[in-house]
């Protein structure tokens, strides 16, 4: 089936819809609107297909322009709705769900460079003339010495 056709038969059932609710309200005037617009769409879409090529087109282009609008409106409305409470929540509450579980005996130590400007040219093992292993031993050595006084 064509999508020319699955478009007709779309707008038939909607015309048909709107006819029955229109009886149901006892609104005359519209129900024969409606009637005639649902046969002759029926009409068109099984007799001459080829006619519903150009509101199938547009039919598409305000569908691409209202989601265009939509998604982000609906996707910020998600946002602030759920993503942000929780995230407030979170903060208020102190949770951080990266760090789990926290030693607090652990002492923190800055291990910077700045804080030993006497190995500088050991700590970079690139520019070392030793093999890894030995700049490593080295590393080790000194910052053992300078802890241990």
């Not at 939509?70 to 949770?95: C, D, E, M, S």
């Not at 951080?96 to 926290?102: E, F, G, R, V, Y």
């Amino acid at each position: 089936m064509s999508q020319e056709k699955k478009f007709g038969i779309l707008f038939v059932c909607i015309f048909t819809i709107f006819c029955v609710y229109c009886f149901l309200q006892s609104k005359l005037y519209f129900f024969y609107l409606f009637t005639s617009l649902s046969i002759i769409t029926f009409v068109i879409t099984f007799y001459f297909t080829n006619y519903l090529i150009f509101p199938l087109k547009f039919w598409m282009l305000i569908a691409h322009t209202l989601s265009l609008i939509v998604r982000p409106v609906l996707f910020t409305a998600i946002y602030l709705l759920i993503f942000l409470p929780i995230g407030f929540i979170r903060n208020q509450l102190k949770y951080s769900p990266i760090i789990l579980k926290q030693d607090k005996n652990i002492d923190v130590v800055d291990m910077s460079l700045e804080n030993f400007p006497h190995i500088e040219n050991v700590i970079d093992p690139i520019h070392e003339k030793h093999s890894s292993k030995l700049a490593n031993l080295r590393r080790a050595k000194i910052l053992n010495n300078f802890f241990n006084n």
